[in-house]
């Protein structure tokens, strides 16, 4: 499926990779820029989680409503990421 998408198909206007689904889990596909977006986690933590270590290597800022959900299992991780990506 090209285009990012949520489990509920709510990643509006991010483009360049390629993710589908397996079983047990998704794959995402490498190779490409990854553009700015506005990315819906469905309050998913891991969603969440992926979408920020994913708009790390975004052309722009990127948008991540519900990231709130990380809190849920990992509280720390956006102070974590911010030191090992020195933003």
Known sequence: VPVWESAGGEGRGARGAE????PGGRVVGGGARLRSARLD???DHR????WAVAAC???GPC???????VAVSYPGFF?????????
């Open 19 to 22: 993710w589908g689904g397996r």
């Open 41 to 43: 986690s469905a309050l």
């Open 79 to 87: 102070a974590d990421l911010a030191r090992v990506t020195g933003a």
């Open 63 to 69: 948008d991540i409503e519900g990231a709130e959900s």
């Open 57 to 59: 290597l975004a052309d």
């Open 47 to 50: 969603l969440a989680m992926a």
